[in-house]
């Protein structure tokens, strides 16, 4: 199998994009699950993966996406019961809304799919029906050119809004993707009678049966009467099709049959693998074997363009087919230009994906909502903003590498306990820590990181909120600007013309006020690079009144032996840094200052 790689498929969007077309360009929801009010997503690569903690509705999006074109609907999957009913409150039904590229009108343009209010005396209404409706203003929508009497439709739109977007869909779930062996031995009810006293006994029976179906690769088996063969399901993988499953699984495969039948009650689907003079079913194959198969074949058999919705993909299989399953995914993509949609818990799974490809999900805990942390965010930052780097550990976060190098280099001194602790820095400076990822750590309340910036972003300490008078409950934003140097965005309940539920907004500032003054603090030294230039020895002539980062690279240029008009990159002005940091004795009274920080976070020494 061809493997394009990745950057191939980046280029390939980017400078081909009408190729992909129709693709569904956002998607976002005035009101629909347990998602925020107005909740996105951007669709900036061919391939996107939806990261989150369980719960964080991942698998609701897909199935809206699902229902986005033509007549598919997510009442499929989701629906009302009396255990669990869908509350409409007729006023703001539950909708979703998404854009593609109309060719027509040569723009992109909204489609409003919402669910309808049952009414119980209309008897034969599905009460889970979904169906496009017009454009709503303030949902934000814009409604199609107003027609003029007797002038013909355009093509892509009816009077009042635009056409559903036409595309084949797949949606592939890998959580209840199970064989017909697993869903009878592990899930399926069984009788005793004389002769076949356990579940063992009824598979060895029915196996006889099943062997000469396979043999035959006949697309009809009776037994008693009935068919025991679904949709007439019953053949030999491929070549291409079993290049793609050996690639993926790295094991070479000289064939595979695949059958889909009710031998086992109920309705399943068995594979037989043959490799090395070796065959066996899913019965005595690991689950990942038949995963991969249906996985591959799935996709193989998707049409050009289609919308491929893939649910944890990454079920039942190690790193390593993982990372080679999406060599495939990307193949896939490139070769027939699909859009591809998957949500995930698995590392190995994004770790080569762009960073707009990734669109990371959390609860926030004031809101109970589910909220996007950002429409582009790095495959280590998304995991580590979900907690997966930092179990078991205390992470400190910095705001550039160099501060990295230097919070590393003052731990030194505390020993092998230092372990406990990661450093981490998130590129962007101070204004991206606080309004991205700070907010969201001080909803969640976490005690296990500390955030360490710059010194010359230091304001003056905030009081104690307790300290802070309700009479001043309205400056709590104004204040918290202050220490912050920009807005930060608490997303409350309520109707946003009004402003939200206030007291809400108040408890989540006071709570932010008390949070970050326990996890947020800031380097004894104004930046990292003043530090290593007032500090080393090598740097002490050196010009202070130029910029800091100017001075490091004439230095570096020094250094390195080149000439003022040849470059440097940032990695070897870096490596410099790097080189005079070390120079600097550990016990520099900054390093203890920072040692000392840190350590608080294991609170008081025991006694």
Known sequence: MQNVGHDVLEKQFKYSRTDFEPFISHIRFPRYRNLESDFRIDFSHPITALVGENGTNKSS??????????DNSPGTFWFSTSLDPIEEDGKAPNCFIYGYLNKTAGKTVEVLKTRLKYDKTDAGKNPDYWEPSRPIIKYGMSRPPKLNPGEKIPEGRSKTRWNVISKPVKLLDFRTELSAYDKFFYHGDFSKTETLRTKQDFIRHKSHHLFHAIESKSESYIYYGRD??????NRELNPEEIDCVSYVLGRSYEKIELIGHTFFKNVGKTVRLTHSDIRYSEAFAGSGEFAAVMLVVGILDAKPKSLILLDEPEVSLHPGAQERLMHFLETQVTEKKHQVVLSTHSPAIIRNLPSSAIKTLTLDSTSGKVVLVSQSLSPDDAFFYIGEPSSNKITVVVEDRLAKEIVERALKA????????????I?????????TYIPIFAAADRSDILFLLDGDKKKPALRPSINIPESENEKLGDEIKKLTGCA?????????KTGGDKNQLFKMQRSFIDWTSKYVDFLPMLT???????NSASLTSTNKAIDPKETFREFAKNRLDRKPHETIKSDEIFTIQCIELASINISHCDFETIRSRIERMNGPPKK
């Open 528 to 534: 990292a690079e003043e530090f290593v230039i007032n």
């Open 228 to 233: 025991k063969i679904e949709d007439k399901l």
């Open 414 to 425: 505390s020993g092998p306990h230092t372990k406990k602790y990661e450093i981490k820095f």
């Open 61 to 70: 999006i897909l199935r809206a996406l699902y229902g986005a074109p033509s």
């Open 427 to 435: 590129p962007g400076g101070a204004e991206t820590l606080w309004s």
């Open 488 to 496: 930060i965005n608490f997303k409350t309940d309520g109707n946003k």
